[in-house]
């Protein structure tokens, strides 16, 4: 919320604790009632620095009962003026023709000093007459005293909120820390994918999420099964289409939607028709929160709706359910718990869609009192109508609190509807809504030569129009385009201004302008192997349109220009499927966010689930392939917010959460005291502290921990750890900085060691001087986990002074005389010796 936003909430509050009363001062015979008013200015910050921005508020010390206004509250006083007078100069007018609020306040208008020194302002009312009343009354001329503020040289400090995390975080995000709104994001589920009753972002189609983050490596937080999947077993003969149920366009699996960080979803325990309630679990634990049985409903949405009334001021969630058996009605839950809260009743029944889905629409971010609005719009009697959720839960002359329970009808929601033109040049047509986006509408009548299941055959011409998102005004049209005839060429994408036509038979791309009708590109040829004509899907983001085929390849188009920027393939398959190749599937399997665009390497309806099909991530700047992992997902949606992808892999069944992880690092020395001069060796792991490690299947397998790996092994690693494939014979861990505190008061590294497989590191350092050391052990973090680190510490003695040589004791004589002796001496001696022996012998 920005400052003047800030202080209009501040002056509403502080009014309502006034009663609503008035004073009468006198009354004449004519029975005119003249009411003294009391009205105050005020300028905060006070005092302020020079060139910053004062905000002054105005406000009457009551409000005007609810008899001259509406349910809102009071009547509201209208021609204020208010008057900053500098330290020198003139006085300025601040603003004129001013009304207030039904409070009786004005708040935000904003003023920046230019000089130092002590400013004055002054509010004034001319007075009126009030109408409604009974009796005549009229409100007295009056001028509020006057509010001074100093401006200084120094500046004063705003609030800073805590800087983005570097660690771990989860919700709630805490109130106060606006720039963390950025990480957080929802997944509305107003978008209805083919074959689904939910999980797509909005009607828009693209599944772009532009309020989130998104996960830059293929790092598994947790799996969940939500249905028996994989491969049965024998006797069940062991091939390409005997695994469980996992890819039918009929049987439900995992549509949800998320809300602060909670992710919502029907459960559908694969039998035809069975239905299991509902469940909401903790997209970072994949912990079941709660559970509820099935109470005739489907999930529809979800929604969050920013609020301010005089009497309450916030945001408010719902998750939207639709009956499934008539009188169809929407019905609305707490997200906390799953409460039920309301019902919206006389539900029209053109806004069922095919499966019984519920109406999709879109989150009206431009009313700043009503942020978060679910604005749905559908044909009925020949117009366009727009219903709008928070005049339905409000009521279309409002309330001073939102409290939505019992029974609401739907009618009341309707905020216009308009007539659709049905000829042109006298030509009747049959215009159906084509693209919707937080923009335009574009309305399309394409005429079927030879009427098949789709528009296959089509005529030669299409005729649009383009009508105004908000007002319902006609911006342009209709217009008629010149087509192929007998070619299928539908609009596939649209946003940010514009909409797409794409001919499949022919691989070629037309580009639009939503708001004037114009044709500013075209045809733009694609190129492709010939599987690219049998399907292909889009979506808009980033001021391109991407488009992707069954053939495997990817396109990214410059909305303005047509210019195709990249393209993207992952090459050939040889024997892993009948096609040769990757094929890429559509029907809003899709979804953007954080600069990448997710795709599904799959197909649906008949075999085969065919192996090594991949979720793609792609950079959407550039076309290359930031990460990819086994899954076959073409059957839902991949749900992004707060930087995780929720995906269902038909593979084994399971519900999949991609994200960065947190770590543990530990660190150990075990000789701890050491001599001067001695090397001293730390070692410790770095584990994965996901939860999904910390099930059954991971702590029976990996005791000691699932070992923390490089982001560029990540992909097979998880492969391993989560869907039984071989152990990657290359991983290598991850980095380890050794550090130290030494006991002169200096930090500096000494050491760097990288993991290995089984997340075990070890490194070596001599310690330069003795004394106690602080040892830190630090995993600085990738773009699989978050940073972890541990601290360890030793001591290094000095060395022992050299021992001085001891004095030598005397020798006995002898022992001098013949160490004294040289060698020459002593065998002469010797030799004498032996003469002596001799000549005794001959005596």
Not at 329 to 337: G, Q, T, V, W
Not at 551 to 564: A, P
Not at 663 to 679: F, K, L, W, Y
Request: glycine share 10%; with cysteine.
């Amino acid at each position: 919320m920005n400052r003047k936003h800030k202080i209009a909430v501040i002056l509403t509050i502080t009014l309502l604790a006034i009663p609503m009363i008035l004073q009468t001062v006198q009354t004449n015979a004519q029975d005119v009632i003249y009411v003294t008013n009391y009205l105050y200015a005020y300028a905060s910050p006070n005092p302020v620095g020079v060139g910053q921005t004062v905000y002054v508020s105005l406000f009457f010390t009551k409000p005007l009962p609810p008899a001259y206004g509406s349910m809102f509250g009071g009547g509201v006083y209208n021609d204020l003026s208010v008057v900053v007078t500098p330290p020198e100069g003139a006085p300025i007018t601040l603003a004129s023709d001013l009304t207030t609020d039904t409070t009786g306040g004005v708040g935000g208008l904003e003023f920046v000093p230019d000089a130092v020194g002590e400013y004055q302002v002054q509010a004034f009312y001319p007075g009126e007459w009030l109408t409604g009343a009974v009796d005549e009354i009229f409100l007295s001329e009056t001028e509020s005293p006057i509010a001074t503020f100093v401006v200084q040289e120094e500046q004063i400090t705003e609030y800073a909120p805590p800087p983005l995390p570097t660690e771990y975080w989860s919700r709630p995000i805490f109130a106060t820390n606006y720039n963390w709104a950025k990480l957080g994001g929802n997944w509305w589920g107003l978008g209805k994918p083919s074959f689904m009753n939910t999980g797509g972002y909005d009607a828009s189609g693209n599944n772009f999420n532009a309020y989130s983050q998104a996960p830059n490596s293929a790092h598994i937080m947790w799996t969940k099964p939500i249905a028996f999947g994989g491969q049965p077993g024998e006797p069940i003969e062991p091939n390409q289409e005997s695994h469980y149920t996992s890819t039918s366009i009929l049987y439900k699996q995992m549509e949800g939607v998320i809300l602060n960080g909670i992710f919502y979803y029907d459960k559908y325990p694969n039998v035809p028709g069975a239905r299991a309630g509902r469940a909401a679990i903790d997209m970072r634990t994949g912990e079941t929160l709660w559970e509820q049985e099935y109470f005739g409903d489907t999930l529809a949405f979800a929604s969050v709706l920013k609020f301010h009334t005089i009497q309450e001021y916030g945001s408010q969630a719902w998750l939207w359910a639709m009956s499934d058996s008539s009188p169809r009605e929407f019905r609305l839950y707490a997200p906390l718990d799953g409460t039920h809260v309301a019902n919206v009743t006389n539900f029209p029944s053109g806004l069922v869609g095919m499966f019984g889905s519920s109406p999709a629409g879109l989150v009206d971010t431009s009313d700043f009192l009503t942020q978060g609005s679910v604005l749905i719009h559908y044909t009925e009697g020949g117009n366009l109508v727009m219903w709008n959720s928070s005049r339905c839960l409000f009521g279309p002359s409002g309330t001073a609190v939102l409290r939505p329970s019992g029974n609401i009808d739907f009618q009341r929601g309707i905020q216009w509807e308009v007539p659709i033109p049905n000829s042109y040049n006298d030509e009747p047509i049959s215009l159906f809504m084509s693209a919707r986006t937080q923009e335009a509408i574009v309305f399309t009548y394409y005429p079927a030569i030879i009427p098949t299941f789709t528009v296959e055959f089509g005529d030669d011409y299409a005729i649009d129009l383009g009508i105004d998102t908000k007002t319902g005004d006609i911006l342009w049209g209709p217009v008629k385009r010149t087509l192929v005839m007998f070619n299928e060429i539908n609009v596939v994408a649209a946003g940010e201004g514009y909409y797409v036509r794409h001919n499949k038979d022919q691989n070629t791309a037309y580009g639009y302008s939503a708001m004037t009708g114009e044709q500013l590109w075209g045809p733009v040829q694609l190129e492709g192997i010939p599987l690219a004509t049998l399907a292909r899907g889009a979506a808009i983001a980033y001021g391109n349109v991407y488009i992707w085929d069954f053939g495997g390849d990817v396109y990214s188009i410059d909305l303005e220009t047509g210019n195709v920027e990249w393209t993207f393939s992952r090459g050939t398959a040889g024997y892993e499927n009948p096609y040769g190749i990757y094929p890429i599937w559509h029907f809003g399997s899709h979804s953007i966010a954080d600069g990448k665009l997710f795709l599904a390497e799959s197909r649906m309806y008949d075999p085969p689930l065919f192996v090594n099909a991949r979720r793609l991530a792609i950079n959407c700047t550039t076309g290359e392939l930031v990460w990819s992992v086994l899954g076959f997902h073409g059957r839902n949606t991949g749900a992004i917010a707060d930087g995780y992808l929720l995906c269902y892999n038909s593979y084994d069944a399971q519900i999949y959460s991609f994200g960065k992880g947190p770590t543990d690092t530990s660190a150990m020395i075990q000789q701890d005291v050491v001599t001067e001069g001695d090397s001293v060796l730390i070692q410790g792991m770095v584990t994965d502290e996901s939860a999904g490690t910390k099930d059954s299947d991971r702590i029976a397998r990996f005791p000691d921990g699932v070992p923390a790996i490089s982001d560029a092994n990540m992909s097979s690693w998880m492969e391993y750890v989560y869907m039984q494939q071989a152990k990657p014979a290359d991983a290598i861990g991850v980095d380890v900085t050794i550090s130290v505190l030494d006991p002169n008061g200096n930090c500096y590294d000494v050491a760097t060691a990288t993991s290995d497989v089984n997340g075990f590191y070890s490194a070596t350092f001599t310690p330069p001087v003795p004394g106690k050391y602080t040892v830190y052990a630090t995993f600085s973090g990738s773009e699989s986990y978050w940073p972890s680190s541990a601290v360890t510490a030793l001591n290094v003695e000095s060395a022992p002074e050299p021992t001085a040589a001891p004095t030598a004791t005397p020798a006995p004589m002898t022992d001098t005389y013949v160490l004294g002796l040289g060698a020459g001496s002593i065998i002469a001696i010797i030799v004498i010796g032996l003469v002596v022996i001799l000549m005794l012998r001959k005596r």
